[in-house]
């Protein structure tokens, strides 16, 4: 009996003109549909997931302490909240930056990215050198490369001190680009 | 009470068709099909294993990024058989690794994957993708502290593709930086999305096995000829074929329990990976790094010229998944046996070194400072006072020990110093120090005034000891003077 169907399903087919435009008709139609029920619901997943794309970082200022917490000289590590972060983001609102305070007025904030893949590198306040765990990559205390495969300088953030309050641009992660 | 068990048996097997469901494990194949071809089976069960165990782990793991580290410690330390089934997920996952890289490399030695069956091993190789994206999703799933910086790690390496880099960087980390919105990404890709398209792909690689049937062992000077290989197989099969169930998959199901129990073992008495601290980024103290099947590429970056290493790190997988993706094209035909494709032989033999060699650098990691290291004692400078005492106290103090050995204390990213007196005169060493070398910073400029004198102080006694038959009788006489 299935064979029966199939054979005859397979059959070529004795159509009128009428009846091809009709399938055709069809057909088309089927495959218009299909293609807007696709975007009905494919348009908004895809946007929802490459949103990130898209978004703007908000150019905030984030206070990160008073000019007195810190000493003349010294390179500290300051942890920073992100204050456009997600509620469900717990500790991971927290980043950090490398801050010195040159003179009075003046700060440095470097970037803990080492900007060879992204590790955190450290300061060696003995040696003034930052050095990443990841593959060796060491910067000077101005954040020059000394060694290692770190393409460019460490990144540094805008610091200002406004109110008395030390402020510094929105930490965000510094992409190397380098290709 | 057996009667009514057939009468059940029967209308469910009717209504539903499970005979006809599982009569492609009775399909037949060629009777030599032996141990080697036990593979693609052991992969098979060990993705189910990560399966059943990943759905188990998920009833309690909360892909928050504010709370999945406490469910992870939950379920490590709190829930009945939690810390098992994070050991059984997390060797589920290296013994797929294992297990596809063997059936891929019999395969290879086999030549199984020349006419008909070239795309039996182009699912194949999509499928080892899939599983190493499993595999780096998922240990960012176990989200600490590296977790959260290989995020960072795996967005700067997206970051190199030329124009849409950045884009891709941003995709990854669910944004300008970790947050609330990159756990959960993963949480998506590593469940949901990859798990998906590897359901897709098994049953297209199955269905593909089936359709070709089981390749016969190779044998020497019997080349593959696509014009008669069909007819050959064919015949093959109705002279000496046996049915894969149960004549041949008894060997798979001993291959198979052994993995099961090694898994279940390790898993018990070794347990899982060890959490790492909470995922905060402003915890610098950080030293990500990617688990074992992944260590050799992490590896492979750390030792090319910087130069050409935003190629090789983009350009390097794209070239092997081309490689392997395309080798059935360009070499469909002909022999199969290993014993007359030596080239088969040397490239397997040369990726096991490769991976292997690189694995194991990654493990040394001598690229990497020592940041534990220790001051040195005092029986090791080989004074209490004065400029080779200080001269040792500076060689920690201005991190020289994070790069070098000295008697075996320190790091190994520099040459060993140990008798550094014996290659170095002063003045080079004054020069090396002051001016730096190749991936040696320059110290000149933070070195105080004396400093540099005692530096050179302490690493001029970093001599080799002499010994009694080197010691001429003039130098002991100097010696005693």
Partial sequence: MNTNLTESSSAPLAETPEEISRRRFFEKLSIALVGLCTAIVGVPLVGFIVAPFFRKLPEKWVTIGKPD????????????????????????????????????????????????????????????????????????????VAAGPPPRPLFRYDVRVENGEVQMRQAIVPISTTL | MIKIFKIVWQWLDDRLGISVLLSPMKHIAPQDSKWWYVFGS????????????????????ISSSSQAYETLLFITNNAPFGRFLRGLHYYGASAMVLMIGAHMAQTFLFGAYKF??????????LLLAFTLGMGFTGQLLRWDSTAAWSVVV?????????????????????????????????????????PGIMFAFIGLHLWLVLRHGIS????????????????????????????FWPDLAWRDVIVVTGLIIAIAVAAFFVGPPALDKPPDPSILAADPRPDWYLLWYFALLALIPAKIEGYVMIGFPILIGLLLLFVPIWNHKGERA????????????????????????????????????????????????????????????????????????GGRRGPDLTYIADTLTRDNMVIRIVNGGTNMPAFGPSLKPGELDDLVAFLETRKRPLRPQDRSPIAENQIFQ
């Fill in chain 1, 69 to 144: 917490d810190f000493q003349i000289g010294k390179t500290v590590a300051v942890t920073v909240i992100d204050p456009s972060s997600l509620p469900w983001a717990g500790v991971t609102a927290k980043s950090a930056v490398w801050l010195r305070r040159v003179s009075q007025d003046s700060f440095i904030a470097f970037s803990v990215n080492c900007t060879h893949l992204g590790c955190p590198v450290r300061w060696l306040e003995g040696a003034e050198l930052f050095m990443c765990p990841c593959h060796g990559g060491v910067y000077y205390d101005d954040g020059t």
């Fill in chain 2, 42 to 61: 052991a992969t098979l069960v060990a993705f189910i294993v990560q399966v059943a165990s990943g759905v188990a782990l998920a009833f309690s793991y």
């Fill in chain 2, 116 to 125: 008909p069956r070239e795309m039996t091993w182009t699912t194949g190789i």
């Fill in chain 2, 154 to 194: 795996a967005a700067e390496q997206a970051g190199r593709i030329p124009i849409i880099g950045d884009w891709v960087a941003r995709f990854i980390l669910g944004g300008n930086t970790i947050g609330g919105a990159t756990l959960s990404r993963f949480f998506a890709i590593h469940v949901f999305v990859l």
């Fill in chain 2, 216 to 243: 016969e062992p190779p044998v020497a000077g019997k080349p593959v000829d696509p014009a008669t290989y069909r007819a050959e197989y064919e015949e093959l099969l109705k002279k000496s074929g046996k049915p």
């Fill in chain 2, 338 to 409: 290993a014993s007359r494709r030596p080239w088969a032989i040397a490239v397997v033999c040369l990726s096991v070194i490769m991976i292997g060699g690189l694995w194991w650098e990654g493990q040394q990691s001598p690229w990497s400072p020592n940041f534990e290291a220790q001051p040195l004692s005092e029986k090791v400078v080989g004074a209490t006072s004065g400029p080779v005492f200080k001269g040792g106290q500076l060689f920690h103090d201005k991190g020289c020990l994070n790069c070098h050995l000295i008697q075996g204390l």
